[in-house]
């Protein structure tokens, strides 16, 4: 993940184990993440969410274009500077097409990670991100994360 560069993903500089301890240094954001923003502003204008989704999408376009799937797209691993978005926490990520033998799958965070992701038989793909950059969207316009699945949406308040 540290060779991943680009404008919208937080930089890892060094990694490693002290200890029991895994560490990695990476990317100062001052302004901390979409969840405590979410926290403290509840909504946000459709404006600024429509900000904050380019700058993921663009982030998460060329992971794909690496083949690589973040898997936990949600407001805690998305990082705030000012303006600035960047996406944080690759613990989940994987390379596309990637074998997992090890039995275990990680399911990522409730309400952002897709529903194929809680079955081990289905397959993880591009979409998997797809829909956890959807369910922040929902998150940033409604005030509301999104809990089950979502059959009609309340607008919300949100133009069409």
Not at 35 to 59: G, H
Not at 127 to 150: C, I, K
């Amino acid at each position: 993940m540290a060779k991943l560069k680009h404008p919208n993903i937080a930089a890892i500089y060094q990694y490693g184990i002290e200890g029991s301890i895994h560490f990695y240094v990476m990317d100062w954001m001052k302004d901390g993440s979409l969840a405590d923003l979410l926290e403290d502003e509840e909504k946000l204008s459709v404006e600024r969410s429509l900000d904050i989704a380019y700058q993921l999408i663009s982030a998460v376009d060329y992971m794909h274009a690496k083949e690589i799937l973040h898997l936990d797209i949600n407001p805690n691993n998305i990082l705030l500077d000012g303006d600035h978005v960047k996406l944080a926490d690759f613990g989940l990520a994987k390379q596309l097409n990637e074998r997992d033998h090890s039995g275990f799958r990680a399911i990522g965070t409730p309400g952002y990670g897709a529903p194929e992701q809680s079955c081990r038989h289905k397959k993880v793909d591009q979409r998997t991100d797809v829909y956890g950059l959807a369910a922040v969207f929902y998150h940033m316009t409604t005030g509301e994360p999104v809990e089950g699945y979502v059959s009609r949406p309340n607008n919300f308040g949100v133009p069409k």
